[in-house]
Nanobody, 127 residues
Framework: QVQLVESGGGLVQAGGSLRLSCAAS????????MGWFRQAPGKEREFVAA????????YYADSVKNRFTISRDNAKTTVYLQMNSLKPEDTAVYYC????????????????????WGQGTQVTVSS
């Protein structure tokens, strides 16, 4: 079992930056890939970024490449999402997610690959 708690969301102007954090607890965090998804009003939840246990493999949605960076600190059991050059279309509720233990990192590029979800944190980008 993994419990996930996101923080760091807020209101920012276009072009600004935010860093989201996801604190994980539960013994199965070890060896587990992690990911971020987002859901805008009236839209499906979509993949944003994923990272392997070691941090050596990352995946990004095309819409956030070169603007967002996913990272993790396993000693703190925390995953981060640094978001730069934010755009109004980045406005959404951002969710941290984890798959079943042992699942490949690529699993976290699909919503169906996530087994555990956080409660979400709102990010609003004003124009």
């Amino acid at each position: 079992q993994v419990q996930l708690v996101e923080s760091g969301g807020g209101l920012v102007q276009a072009g600004g930056s935010l860093r989201l954090s996801c604190a994980a607890s539960g013994r199965t965090f070890s060896g587990v890939a992690m990911g971020w998804f987002r859901q805008a009003p009236g839209k499906e939840r979509e993949f944003v970024a994923a990272i392997s246990w070691s941090g050596g493999t990352t995946y990004y949605a095309d819409s956030v490449k070169n603007r967002f960076t996913i990272s993790r600190d396993n000693a703190k059991t925390t995953v981060y999402l640094q978001m730069n050059s934010l755009k109004p279309e980045d406005t959404a509720v951002y969710y941290c997610a984890a798959p079943d233990p042992g699942a490949p990192t690529a699993t976290m590029t699909r919503r169906a690959g996530a087994r555990y979800w956080g409660q979400g944190t709102q990010v609003t980008v004003s124009s």
